[in-house]
């Protein structure tokens, strides 16, 4: 059994330092889990006015203020985090999520699958589909839009992620409803990690939520306020894969009938 | 705009007849429709209680009295109907479903996925995901237990299937909130024609239901009672893949990253 889960708030467009304020009180009220989960560009908001803007508020995973932010509070409060921030790398950008532990950073995922206007600022992700082992527990990262395409929570599942981590900023209406189903059919727990608030007329969906292997959701947090949730996992229930005595939902695949899905 | 819908009904195991008999009037209701799906093996039941009763109670799908009779339906009510039947082939059975037009058998899919003691009858399908071009719409067929795999969803989409037709006899609780994510996440409509009754110690959960492109549940039926529903389907919905401005569901894939669920 570990404990996990979320914080949504309300990141500040354009002042990482506030932000940073924000998740530093957020995650003290975490103390005691095992593992949080943070919303996607956390560090700089969203919905940048230009490319300079984008390129301002962006930071390297190795050594960016925001990175060494989390590796502190991991190391303080003894628990793994994993927090979307804009990544910058070569001069170029990525809509990044980090995962720091309390002994630093651990690894990154890029976002594959970009939404509208990220296409503007982002490069796609070319990290692949990791997955980490904690020790206690192994874990996938996806971030907000990713939600869409099923290969890439199967993909994380067959690699062994008892957790699938979920940074966002959802504005469409639609996440809160297909993440559990995706916990369903792989049988693994999902933490979606959204914010709330406006920036620029867009409007983000709060209601960040956890599920469990058989598609329920454990708890949706309110549309439009900062929250913590925590709550026990059973990771027992995500290796075993069994749906019934006789069917599992990864060995009853056919992957020979799947082969048009790599076309 | 079409006209599409379901047949839900409790079959009787062993008895064809009566099976055919509660169908025709339960199509002749259905009048108008342009698609109506009918439950998996409509013909014989579902619980077995020995091979000699599954052989017992199949039939071919080339001149099976089945297979006849929905062929006469469809002729005569001006409609297709896909119905799940329980298929002898070179005495082999499959868990298939028969598509049938106003001029006849069209084609078939067998089921892929099998369910619990259906191994100890059924062979695994052989015919792979066939998608049929009926003029006024496409339609892909998965049945009952396929539903946990979102592999075959996926592929029924990519080959252009506009309605996916789910002949079930569903035990377990979950697939009537899978069926609508996934018409969210490949856009498509979903008609899920389940049964209900017991047969030996089985319950099976009735409430079939039908799915639009956004994942909205059009209808769910009662759970324990005959019904016929058809509504209007505008597929023009189904063919538009733009899930936003710049985003589409199915073109926005990355096969590359994907290579993993062919192995």
Not at 12 to 22: F, H, I, R, Y
Not at 200 to 213: H, L, Q
Not at 235 to 243: E, V, Y
């Amino acid at each position: 059994m570990i404990r996990a889960g979320f914080i949504q708030f309300n990141p500040e467009l354009g002042d990482p330092k506030k932000n940073m304020e924000s998740l530093s009180a957020l995650l003290d009220k975490s103390a005691g889990a095992n593992l949080v989960v943070i919303p996607e560009l956390a560090n700089s908001g969203y919905n940048y006015e230009s490319k300079e803007q984008a390129f301002s508020l962006a930071e390297s995973a190795d050594n960016g203020e925001f990175v060494r932010f989390l590796s502190n509070k991991a190391r303080q409060l003894n628990l793994f985090i994993v927090a979307g921030f804009n990544e910058l790398d070569r001069s170029k950008l990525y809509n990044s999520a980090m995962l720091v532990g309390p002994n630093g950073i651990i690894g990154k995922y890029r976002k594959l699958h970009l939404f509208m206007n990220e296409f503007d600022f982002f490069e796609r992700g070319n990290l692949g589909l990791p997955v980490f082992d904690l020790g206690f527990c192994k874990v996938g990262i996806l971030i907000c839009f990713d939600w869409v395409f099923p290969e890439v929570w199967r993909i994380l599942t067959i690699k062994g992620a008892d957790i699938i981590c979920h940074p966002s900023n959802l504005v469409l209406p639609y996440a809160q409803q297909a993440v559990p189903v995706y916990g369903l059919i792989n049988k693994t727990f999902n933490i979606t990690a959204n914010r709330y608030g406006t920036e620029r007329e867009v409007t983000f969906s709060g209601r960040s939520i956890i599920s469990d292997t058989e598609g329920k959701t454990i708890h949706t947090a309110v549309k439009d306020a900062d929250e913590v949730f925590i709550t026990n996992l059973d990771l027992d229930k995500s290796r075993n894969k069994m749906i019934t005595l006789r069917n599992n939902v990864i060995t009853d695949r056919l992957p020979g009938e799947y082969l048009d899905l790599t076309k």
